[in-house]
């Protein structure tokens, strides 16, 4: 579905209420065409190919952004400075996940395979602040680190919009959980888009915001804050990684804790909020055990 946004600007909302593998994406069509990612849904991607596309923009490096780069081989691809070099190489990517035994190496690699993944040239690295010209359209991009490295968003201030991507605002919250994250680089991202105040804000894996945006954000916000008091909770009785991971505490029961990603992920995720609370001080930690 294309939805217009203003003369020059349309999202093409993905299939599957835009879930994964598949995502929103924001079509510029202008004197230079873009599009902000491009894991669509076969529809839509048949649009975009259809407009000759000049430029193709990567929010980060997730495979369900990137996923359809190679069908562009006459567009460039741009994306951050950061991500880019999970988006060039496959082992790039695999170590940004975290995935460093044989075993886990070989369940992402079987995944990608599966669903089509390619490797693709990034040709130009994008920088915070840079502003992105594409004819009557200007976008500047937004750094907002924490859910990979180099996540941006990219803010269009004629119309207030900002395009926020995997800052979702979805009820699950905030994803953190691989070994390229950052939960304390989250929150600051959260607050910048707060800051912003936008207008307009397009998701990539949630609906079109409208109204009640900065509450959105803030609600998103505070899924971190939830998390951590209730892994907090938990140190009261000294505990190791591996049996906070055992309480779905990140994942909750959105997920079966029998799936392998799911399982992987829960137990970076809550690495991360163990790290973010022994800075505090909160905790503390002696060999493999924490506690309160």
């Known amino acids: 579905m294309i939805v217009p946004l203003s003369k020059n600007i349309y999202v093409l909302k993905a299939p599957n209420r835009s879930r994964y593998p598949y995502c929103n994406c924001l079509f510029i069509n202008d004197d230079i065409k873009a599009v902000i990612d491009n894991s669509c849904g076969k529809e839509n991607l048949d649009f975009l190919m259809r407009e000759n596309l000049n430029v193709i923009i990567n929010s980060h490096f997730h495979e369900d952004h990137v996923l359809n780069n190679p069908s562009f081989p006459k567009a460039e691809i741009w994306a ?124 990539s894996h949630n609906d079109i915001f409208k109204e009640n945006i900065i509450e959105a954000m803030k609600k998103y916000l505070n899924i971190i804050y939830k998390k951590e008091e209730i892994l907090f909770n938990y140190l009261k009785i000294p505990s190791t990684l591996e049996s906070l991971a055992e309480k779905q505490i990140y994942y909750g029961y959105y997920y079966k804790q029998d799936e392998p990603f799911h399982k992987i992920s829960e137990k970076m995720a809550i690495e991360k909020l163990l790290k973010r609370l022994l800075k505090q001080q909160a905790i503390k930690k002696e060999g493999d055990i924490y506690w309160r």
């Open 80 to 203: 951050h400075r950061l991500d880019a070099p999970a988006i060039r190489a496959l082992d790039v990517m695999q170590e940004y996940y975290g995935f460093k035994n044989p075993e886990e190496k070989k369940l992402g690699l079987s995944y990608l395979e599966a669903i089509g993944y390619q490797e693709s040239m990034v040709d130009r690295e994008l920088e915070d602040g840079d502003i992105l010209n594409f004819g009557r359209v200007e976008l500047r991009v937004i750094l907002t680190a924490g859910h990979t490295p180099g996540h941006c968003c990219f803010y269009e201030e004629k119309e207030g919009l900002l395009f926020s991507a995997d800052i979702d605002l979805s009820d699950f919250g905030p994803w953190y959980g691989h070994d390229c994250s950052d939960v304390d680089d989250f929150i600051a991202s959260i607050n910048k888009c707060i800051d912003i105040n936008p207008a307009i804000v397009v998701t």
